[in-house]
């Protein structure tokens, strides 16, 4: 073979080389490219999936806390809790007790203040029936202290007359007994009160006999 030949053949050897180099190389690129790819879009599913994974082991782990309570903190928890309980339920009996003791102490001495009335009606009667002469004399006089006297006790322990004259009929208070003409009040009005009524502290001990204005 002639020295032109080799030459050529060996420059039509080299043109095919760096061909095949320049296919390979782009080959090359184009799979770098698309591991490249592949990789992005699989990086935000597979952090999400570690997310995941980390929070079930969490869950897992205080299941497993629960599961492994110690038994006798459990039972120390429930001793603890039903002596909350009791103590709670005796609180409350006591002041259910107290409040019914209360109400049954007012009740008796409600019963016992109504009984002394009629004689403090008597009293008023009585002093009433004073002549004016002898109003100054000194058993007038000892009958008024007596009974002044009685009726600062009664107040002392929650007795308070009922206003009644010139108020308007309440029924929860007054006990109308009759119904007068009166020039003075309207009609409805309390125009005269016949027998005192009084209150012990917010109850009615005995009503207000009175006649109301027609």
Same mark, same amino acid.
């Given at each position: ?103 049954? !102490? ?16 008597n !009293? ?5 029936a ?9 058993f007038?006089?000892?009958m ?24 308007? !009929? ?10 007068v ?18 209150? !012990? ?10 006649a109301?204005?027609?």
């Amino acid at each position: 073979m002639s020295e032109d030949k080799k030459k050529a053949s060996s420059k039509a050897k080299t043109a095919e080389e760096k061909k095949k180099e320049e296919v390979l190389e782009n080959i090359m690129e184009e799979l770098e490219e698309e591991a490249k790819e592949k990789e992005t879009a699989q990086t935000p599913d597979t952090q999400e999936e570690k997310d995941d994974a980390e929070k079930e082991a969490t869950v897992e782990k205080e299941k497993n806390k629960k599961e492994k309570k110690n038994p006798l903190q459990e039972k120390i928890d429930e001793l603890n809790d039903k002596v909350l309980r009791q103590m709670a339920e005796f609180e409350n009996f006591r002041k259910r007790t107290d409040k019914e003791k209360s109400q049954q !102490f007012e009740l008796g001495q409600g019963n016992v203040l109504e009984k002394l009335l009629p004689v403090v009606d008597n !009293f008023e009667r009585g002093l009433a029936a004073v002549p004016e002469a002898e109003k100054d004399g000194a058993f007038a006089d000892g009958m008024n202290k007596i009974y002044k006297q009685l009726i600062k006790q009664l107040e002392d322990l929650g007795v308070t007359p009922i206003e009644a004259v010139g108020k308007e !009929f309440d029924p929860n208070l007054h006990n109308a007994v009759m119904q007068v003409e009166s020039q003075e009040y309207e009609s409805g009005i309390v125009a005269q009160e016949l027998q005192k009524g009084y209150m !012990f502290h917010d109850t009615v001990l005995r009503h207000s006999m009175v006649a109301v204005a027609q």
